[in-house]
């Protein structure tokens, strides 16, 4: 299970700037993404329990969720294999004439993959309304940042694609909300794709079996201390949003909902094993 | 003017049935777009989409940077999107560098998410042409054992055209391997109305009481050749074109062999793990019982496709191969 401990803003961030008719193509921890999108925790967890009632049926499970009608693609394991599909899907906005966006990312190590470069190539040649992001949380599994590629920022990988590559802070919800806000609008435009570096620190083991004991503990400890949630309440409460016991009432709200979908999600029915067998192959195609 | 001439006028080449198909498919339905290297100004590498531009425009006929993967990417989000995307590998052999998108992405994403993808990529494929190991590949076997990917590979021109009008209709990935050595070689005169092939069915393009061979694309010709040789042995041979990779019309070839009692497995890709190999299992599966002597197959051997020309043809099928198979089979 891959989980955003440290990294929520970015998912929050990016998906509250767009528009209800765009189309994201999330990575493997933009659990907020769904959430944004409306993907309940009842059928969040369904999927996770391999039940009927998750949005694959138990075809898929973990984050690989996905649904047309509410503008999400279902993520590949093989990371960076949905950036060149994001690209189509803003390619299909481009040549049906229709001012949506596509947003889609991939991890650090993600952006090794020539599916990434392939992607971010052909986006920016057609100059497509998509926005590309990298949450760069210094980890690729156990391999640090400096096995991986060669330079410091990953947004310098823009520039060999002739788009822009911006630096932000993706443990600030806001910084993230308007960046992106200012990507989509000019992918929007026509102006063509935008490369974001969203800059973090993964808080958890790669997967939760991993303790990780490769990051080093100081590293950790000074990131502890710009956590994106924290930060986000601080600057709610600075502008005069909300205070402890407001955060408290949404804390303890979200927990109920969180329980309802458990129990939701633990009632509902497991598939039947003969169900393996269906939709290997469509019967009719949609228009979306 | 006689008729024969009126005739032979409306003949066209397999090459020429599948740009027909294109551009018949692409007025019909303004959601079909094509995409590839070299398809738009040149033309593409064999002349197919030629002028298709200068009719369609651009965004219609796009030629697209040097990448494989990428390219058949971006088709897979467009199809998810309700377009209807034909993308061209200048040749099949190059279907390598999209092998994750087209295998991890395109087939599995409607099994996983319920959500089609009705794309149809086109592949030139074969040898015989003398292209050496990286432009002469049959990579279908490949595919073949992908599910969620439908494959097609046409031997005429009136299947090429009607084969390829299905797979652009169809909502799901198709992979259309058109034959590199059919492309001039041979001609017909086709329909002047709409017609499709439907997937998933095969044809006996020559019914005999014999021996079944059981073959597709270019071979098909190489198995009525040698049929034309054994009829004058008596020997009367039955010459099944798959036409349809996956889903394989299992009824037709059944069938078949419950006639004749004999099989012979032929294809133009290599020997282990091909086609033929699994169509051989079925038989032993299912017909069992009904054969009169061991399944044959007749399939290159497992090497890459030679360039120089006495090893090209010696890795090649034979009509001559076919015929000494047949003969063995004969005796039984
Ligand atoms: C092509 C591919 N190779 C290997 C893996 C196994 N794997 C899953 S996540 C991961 C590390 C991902 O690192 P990064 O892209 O930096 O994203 P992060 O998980 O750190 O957010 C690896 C190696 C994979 N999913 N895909």
Redesign the interface.
């Given at each position: 299970m891959y989980t955003s401990y440290g990294m929520e803003a970015i998912a929050i961030g990016y998906a509250s700037a767009l528009e209800r008719d765009d189309?994201i193509a999330p990575f493997h921890r933009d659990m907020g993404a769904f959430l944004i999108r409306g993907f309940t925790p009842g059928e969040i967890l369904a999927q996770y329990l391999g039940k009927r009632t998750g949005?694959?049926k138990g075809?898929?499970g973990n984050v690989?969720?996905?649904?047309?009608n509410r503008g999400v693609?279902?993520f590949?394991?093989?990371l960076a294999?949905?950036?060149?599909?994001?690209?189509?899907?803003?390619?299909?906005?481009?040549?049906?004439g229709e001012r949506r966006v596509?947003f889609t990312g991939t991890g650090d190590g993600g952006t090794s993959r020539?599916?990434f470069?392939?992607?971010m190539?052909?986006a920016a040649?057609?100059k497509l309304p998509v926005v590309f992001f990298c949450n760069n949380n210094q980890y690729a599994y156990s391999t640090p940042q400096r096995l991986q590629m060669a330079i410091h920022d990953v947004a310098d990988r823009a520039k060999a694609y002739g788009m822009p590559g911006e630096i932000v802070d993706g443990n600030d919800v806001a910084a993230v909300y308007l960046a992106s806000t200012r990507a989509i609008a000019r992918a929007r435009a026509g102006e063509g794709p935008t490369f974001l570096e969203f800059k973090t620190m993964r808080m958890h083991g790669h997967s939760e079996h991993d303790p990780a004991k490769y990051v080093p503990r100081e590293l950790l400890e000074e990131w502890k201390k710009k956590d994106p949630i924290l930060k986000a309440e601080q600057l709610l409460n600075q502008l005069g949003y909300g205070a402890d016991a407001y955060f408290h009432e949404i804390g303890e709200r979200v927990k109920k909902e969180v329980e309802a979908g458990l129990e939701f999600a633990e009632q509902s029915p497991l598939p039947e094993g003969p169900e393996v067998l269906e939709?290997?192959?469509?019967?009719?195609?949609?228009?979306? | 003017m006689t008729t024969e001439t009126v005739q032979r006028q409306q003949e066209v080449t397999y090459l020429e049935a599948i740009s027909q198909a294109l551009d018949e498919e692409m007025t019909r339905d303004e959601r079909v777009?094509l995409m590839g290297e070299d398809i738009g100004a040149y033309g593409g590498a064999f002349k197919i989409t030629e002028g298709f531009l200068q009719k369609y425009g651009e965004?219609?006929v796009?030629d697209?940077?040097l990448?494989e993967?990428?390219?058949?990417?971006?088709?897979?989000?467009?199809?998810?999107?309700?377009?209807r995307?034909v993308v061209e590998m200048q040749f099949a052999d190059f279907i390598s560098c999209a092998f994750?998108?087209i295998t991890?992405?395109a087939a599995?994403?409607?099994?996983?998410?319920?959500?089609?993808?009705?794309m149809v990529i086109r592949a030139p494929f074969g040898g015989g042409v003398h292209g050496g190991p990286f432009h002469s590949e049959c990579p279908e076997g490949w595919f073949f054992h992908s599910?969620?990917l439908?494959i097609v590979a046409p031997s005429t021109p009136y299947d090429a055209k009607g084969l390829l009008k299905a797979a652009i209709r169809d909502?799901?990935p198709v992979l259309y391997f058109e034959h590199k050595f059919l492309y001039r070689r041979i001609k017909a005169v086709l329909p002047s109305e709409d017609y499709i092939v439907p997937i998933g069915k095969a044809d006996v393009k020559r019914a005999g009481n014999d021996i079944s061979v059981i073959t597709y694309s270019a071979m098909v010709h190489l198995a009525l050749e040698a049929a034309q040789v054994l009829a004058k042995e008596d020997i009367d041979m039955e010459v099944v074109d798959l036409r349809t990779l996956i889903p394989l019309d299992k009824e037709t070839i059944y069938g078949s062999v419950r006639k004749t009692s004999k099989a012979i497995l032929l294809h133009e890709d290599n020997k282990t793990g091909g086609i033929g190999a699994e169509i051989a299992a079925l038989l032993a599966e299912e017909c069992f019982d009904y054969l009169d002597g061991p399944i044959l197959r007749i399939a290159p051997p497992d090497t890459p496709v030679p360039f120089s020309t006495p090893l090209e043809e010696y890795f090649h099928p034979k009509t001559s191969d076919i015929v000494s198979a047949a003969r063995k089979l004969a005796a039984y």
């Open positions: 189309v949005p694959s075809k898929d690989h969720m996905g649904d047309l693609i279902s590949v394991s093989h294999d949905n950036l060149p599909v994001a690209t189509g899907i803003a390619l299909a906005f481009k040549i049906r596509t020539g599916d470069h392939e992607a190539n052909f040649v057609r939709g290997v192959f469509a019967e009719e195609a949609g228009s979306y | 777009f965004w219609r796009l697209t940077p990448a993967s990428g390219f058949v990417g971006a088709a897979i989000g467009a199809a998810l999107m309700g377009l995307p994750d998108q991890e992405v599995k994403n409607h099994y996983r998410w319920g959500a089609a993808v009705p599910p969620g439908k909502p799901n």
